[in-house]
């Protein structure tokens, strides 16, 4: 399910999606993503969403099935891509709320603010590629302004690490157990 016009992989509501199984899920995406980006997704791509299917499709049972979920959205003027996008309202509230999806099994080191060294190699720290994504999204789309955004990096094969955990001051993390909490947002 997609608009043309819309610079996402995939956009479809939780009650869709929950209907999905992985072999759909990853042919519609990936067509998808060769709309938006004129390539097509490489092996690591296919498999990092085939990973993280299971956890999400997992969420979506803990989600509202009226909310919205888009994969993969190009913002604009970039070659950068969101995960996650979830659109729905609380208390009559427009709410957006931007996940970013790691498969990483831990992280090694996090001396620098910047820069992770993970059981994959070294990243960019987490919340400052998520809080990228959400000032691009907040300062370049037209609707942005009427939604009340929040900002997460769910790693959903990781175990809580609480001294990583307390690295994070401007978004929220989510660790392997933590289905619950991002269900909630908080």
């Not at 979830?86 to 820069?115: A, Q, R």
Request: net charge negative.
């Amino acid at each position: 399910m997609y608009n043309e016009t819309f610079p996402a992989a995939l956009v479809g509501k939780v009650k869709f999606l929950r209907d999905l199984d992985e072999e759909a899920f990853l042919r519609q995406i990936s067509e998808g993503f060769y709309r938006i980006t004129k390539e097509k997704p490489s092996v690591e791509q296919v498999n990092a969403w085939k990973e993280s299917w299971k956890h999400l499709k997992d969420l979506f049972f803990k989600l509202p099935e009226d909310i919205t979920v888009i994969f993969e959205y190009k913002l604009p003027m970039s070659q950068e891509r969101i995960d996650v996008i979830f659109l729905g309202s609380s208390n009559s509230e427009n709410v957006g709320f931007i996940l970013e999806l790691k498969g990483w099994k831990s992280v090694n080191t996090f001396d620098s603010s910047y820069i992770v060294k993970t059981d994959s190699g070294e990243s960019i720290h987490p919340e400052l590629q998520v809080l990228n994504y959400l000032g691009k999204i907040k300062f370049s789309h037209s609707e942005a302004d009427k939604f009340l955004w929040k900002c997460g990096v769910w790693m959903y094969n990781m175990e809580e690490q609480e001294k990583f955990r307390e690295t994070f001051k401007n978004s929220i993390p989510f660790f392997k157990d933590d289905k619950d909490k991002l269900a909630s947002g908080s």
